[in-house]
């Protein structure tokens, strides 16, 4: 059974104060590492696919990198408005199937 | 940008009544999705949908669950006999399939059984 677990399930930051959340994972075979930014009361918005270990991906303020059991979203010089629940999903290997199986996230909190 | 929507944002229904949840993926995509959040919970995967079938289904999507594509852009979720623990966010997700599964949701329908 694909397993994804994610720490810290809190981050307080100051803003300007860069940080990193992890997420391990166990699957057989990964497909894709999903990573998403979700608002209360919101569906998870898509930020980052990683497919192969080493590969890395920006967006402004945040870098999402991947190794064969982890993978880190990096954020430098967070500010309020990155304040928000970072969710990362695995996605099994194709004949698999196209679920995704979603970590229990990390709670950003930006202060000012 | 195209986006998923869903409707209605909320629906409050008593237990064992029969309740539609409606989505309209993007419009090229090719693969629909229903997930679901209890309060202060993982996201779980509920049903996949291709070609006007379930692609794959979890536990979760029992015989009170189906899904349809009654025409060219809307996807529904049905749930027969609600229970109070039905009650969470249901996301409706879509994914083009071709060069890229990366899925992307809609914000969701918060249902309440009372």
């Known amino acids: 059974e694909d397993q994804v677990t994610q720490s810290p399930e809190a981050l307080r930051l100051q803003e300007g104060e860069s940080s990193s959340l992890n997420c391990s994972y166990t699957?057989?075979?990964?497909?894709?590492l999903f990573w998403y930014r979700q608002d209360p009361g919101k569906g998870p918005e898509f930020l980052f696919t990683?497919?192969?270990a080493g590969e890395e991906k920006e967006k402004e303020r945040l870098k999402a990198t991947l190794t064969k059991k982890e993978s880190f979203l990096h954020i430098t010089a967070p500010k309020p408005e990155d304040s928000a629940t970072y969710l990362c999903?695995?996605?099994?290997?194709?004949?698999?199937?196209?679920?995704?199986?979603f970590g229990g996230g990390t709670r950003l909190m930006v202060k000012p | 940008e195209p986006e998923v929507t869903q409707t209605p944002s909320h629906q409050v229904t008593q237990m064992g009544q029969e309740v539609i949840l409606r989505c309209v993926p993007i419009s090229n995509h090719l693969y629909f999705y229903w997930y679901r959040q209890i309060l202060g919970q993982k996201v779980e995967f509920l049903v996949s949908f291709y070609n006007n079938e379930i692609s794959e289904k979890s536990e979760i999507f029992d015989d009170q669950f189906s899904v349809e594509r009654p025409d060219g852009s809307n996807f529904t979720l049905k749930i027969r006999s609600t229970k109070l623990e039905d009650s969470a966010m249901y996301f409706c997700?879509?994914?083009?399939?071709?060069?890229?599964?990366?899925?992307?949701f809609g914000p969701g329908t918060r249902l309440t059984v009372t």
């Open positions: 997700a879509s994914s083009e399939g071709r060069l890229s599964y990366e899925q992307y």
């Open positions: 990683l497919y192969s």
């Open positions: 999903a695995v996605q099994p290997p194709r004949d698999a199937g196209n679920m995704l199986t």
């Open positions: 699957v057989s075979g990964l497909r894709g």
